[in-house]
């Protein structure tokens, strides 16, 4: 399948970068890149693929980064097996949501005003509970080592964000090859045609949910393995929401290569703009939410999208 | 096959539906016709589970549907139409029909090939790869009922199927209607459309102000007098008799 | 568990601040009732403002109160320029983009203050503010009480401009009915932002409200977004009557969550009965069907 080599090529290409590369601050630049790469693509699930556009992703995120680091420093469960714990989580939460959301015929405007509460009510909980450490957040020690997946080396995090990457992209294709993927589409598109056609609408938004928001905890587990410190701010707030929503819009929503030539977009502009701007604060932000408005109003369809435009366009002049 | 009964449907004040009783038999072409406001779609609306009756039930080969939700009902086998066509349009043509292949295709590379085959059917293939978005009115009516038509339904609601088409796309559709039937499904149609109705239903039903008000052959319904009171009004005499021989 | 003496200063304290509340509704509801759109920069206008009534305090010494005919014109016309300018033009009409530019919107006015004005709350300090009000066995806060008259009037003047107006009538024609408003001659663009205009003007009075007794800093923006939101839809999308009573209960169930659950657990009280307001009555308490 078409898709399944793409894939294969992107991956051999973005393998080898550890060992090509010298620079410590590239290495960092590109799992940053990953990361919000895979947090994109969790988000287009649901948001691409699906239509549902939730505006609180960092819901899903914030739970599995505490569900991981509870785990660890509270009961000392491996971290391998606080990740995939993490991605359990991250799907409870959004199942939860989900049920209720769409049991209730939430959709457009008010679904994302949902997931926008949920994420700020886990955030004032987050801030206040004793096992979540409060506002104080969570530290976890250091202990290096593969098994505890704390990597000495960036590499190791490179390989793991890498093979996160990778997963997303076989999900993501999947869903553009298979019946799950085609009735999601088609609840995007119009959700009583969908049901004229034989379409369990409920069921269908219920699965999208699902695997969205396990991405999500999946990443927010990665995050708290890399940095070993999280607070309610940085795994409920506003932040990873938007990333989570910008990455999809600027590289194209709803399709295969769209989070990642977003995250390689969006981080690459962040770059400029904190060497430009040093470390202003909240002015990487502003140039998050001028992105926002000018993809919107000019290129709806994503950078992917003006490139098969190109292309086509291309096509079009040599016949 | 199909069989309502009593169905009743008030929207506020507005009773759409009175106390409803009709049958489809098994390999049939029924048309509903009735003036505007009859309550003609609604019925549809009612019968594919898209709402739910007030009152009476709705059965379908023998299984109660009154209230199963629209997918369900699809699965039983009971396929709708809409009157302005939903096509999805992010998707190409194909992509659209192969929704409705999936029903009974889980492979996404059969649904495909399913709906290639559906599509060249009803006249679609030189723009299956063709966004939905854009197409025209008769091309959308088309793949409206190719996407119907892939579901492999044993009864087929269409609901004006015919309208906004003219008289050559009309006479373009008709035979492929006639195919579906061929291939064994039971149609009902919501038509306006007389030359439609007259070409291809063996059976009609009259609909006015939520009730039936006449029910046999074409020729026969479109002769009586209760029919024609219902479309042009009285015009000033006083009883039906009248305005059938007038 | 607080007695009578602690609960009845608390409600009416709620009531003050919900009045205030329903000013901010009022502008968002009227905004959603026309353009059909969910203003999600609304909190951040309201920072907005807020910096603004603050800096003409502390750099020009006006008055908090006295600053309301300054405030809310050139909030209107901020406004009227940002629908006419941005958000009608970037959204192509399509709902979806909407709500993405206002998002937008949202996150470039709430960081842009903070890299301005960094995230040091700031307050003024009036000869009134620490004044109280005797309400019977009650003290209320004298700047309060202000705001809540303040607030009703300027909800009545709302209804006046609403329903006397020609503009009120062309707002309302193009609410119902936009293609037959266009085809009776008015121009809907115009209308557009001057609804959009007049949102974000009461936003620059309830501005005026806040700063006597509350603070600003970049964070508040989206402190009163999902405020404004639990308002509006409580009371109903495109329901003035509902955000002005919306506005009352949600001031006093936050006064009183506070008072019970204490600060921050207070504020869950309102989102999550947000959360339950969405699922169980979508309408609110006076909407119509969206």
Known sequence: ?319 | MLKTHNISKSFGGLRALNAVTLGVTNGEIVALIGPNGAGKTTLFSVVAGFLSADEGTVSFNGTDISDEPPHRICQLGLARTFQIARPFAGLSVRENIAVGAHLHIARHREALAKATDVGSMLGLGDILDQGAKGLSVASRKRLELARAVATKPKLLLLDEIFAGLNPTEIEEILPVIREIREDGVTIVLVEHVMRAVMRLSDRVVVLNNGEVIAEGLPDAVVANARVIEAYLGTGGYTDSAEVAGA | MPDLELLVPSAINGLTTGAVYAVIALGLTLIYGVLHIINFAHGSLLMLAMYGVFFLHSLFGIDPYVAIPIMVPAMFGLGYGLQRGVIGRASHGKDENILLVTLGLAIVIDNLALYLWRSDTRIIDTPYAFATFEFGPVLVSTPKVIAFFAAVAIATLFWLLMTRTDLGKAIRAVAKEKTGAQLVGINVDHVYAMSFGLGIACLGAAACLLLPTFYVSPQVGSAFVLIAFTVVVLGGMGSFMGAVLGGLIIGVTESLGGLYLGESLGQIGIFVLFILVLLFRPTGLMGQQS
């Open chain 1, 1 to 319: 399948m078409k898709s399944i080599s793409a894939i294969t090529v992107v991956l051999i290409l973005m393998l080898p970068i550890p060992w090509l590369v010298q620079s410590e601050f590239f290495l960092n630049f590109a799992i940053m890149l990953l990361f919000s790469a895979f947090l994109g693509q969790a988000w287009n699930v649901l948001g691409g693929y699906g239509g549902q556009f939730s505006f609180g992703h960092a819901a899903f995120f914030g739970t599995g980064a505490y569900a991981t680091a509870v785990l660890q420093t509270a009961f000392g469960i491996n971290p391998w097996v606080g990740f995939v714990l993490a991605g359990l989580a991250g799907a409870g939460i959004g199942l939860v949501v989900g049920f209720l959301s769409f049991r209730f015929g939430l959709k457009g405007a008010y679904f994302a005003l949902v997931t926008l509460a949920v994420a700020e009510v886990l955030r004032i909980l987050a801030n206040t509970a004793d096992f979540t450490g409060a506002g104080v957040g969570i530290l976890i020690p250091l202990d290096q080592g593969a098994a505890n997946l704390q990597f000495a080396d960036k590499t190791g995090f490179y390989l793991l964000a890498l093979a996160l990457v990778a997963l997303g992209l076989f999900i993501t294709a999947h869903l553009d090859n298979s019946r799950f993927g085609a009735r999601l589409m088609a609840v995007r598109e119009n959700e009583d045609a969908a049901r004229a056609s034989g379409v369990n609408v409920f069921e269908i938004k219920l699965r999208a949910i699902a695997l969205s928001s396990s991405l999500a905890g999946l990443a927010g587990a990665f995050y708290t393995q890399y940095f070993l410190y999280l607070d309610p701010t940085i795994a409920y707030g506003p932040t990873v929401s938007i990333e989570a929503i910008l990455v999809p819009i600027i590289g194209g929503t709803g399709t295969l290569f769209g989070p990642l030539l977003g995250a390689a977009a969006l981080h690459t502009i962040s770059e400029i703009t904190q060497h430009v701007a040093a470390d202003a604060p909240g002015l990487n932000l502003v140039v998050y939410g001028v992105l926002l408005v000018f993809m919107v109003s000019f290129l709806p369809s994503g950078l992917w999208g003006l490139a098969t435009r190109l292309r086509r366009r291309k096509m079009d002049l040599s016949n």
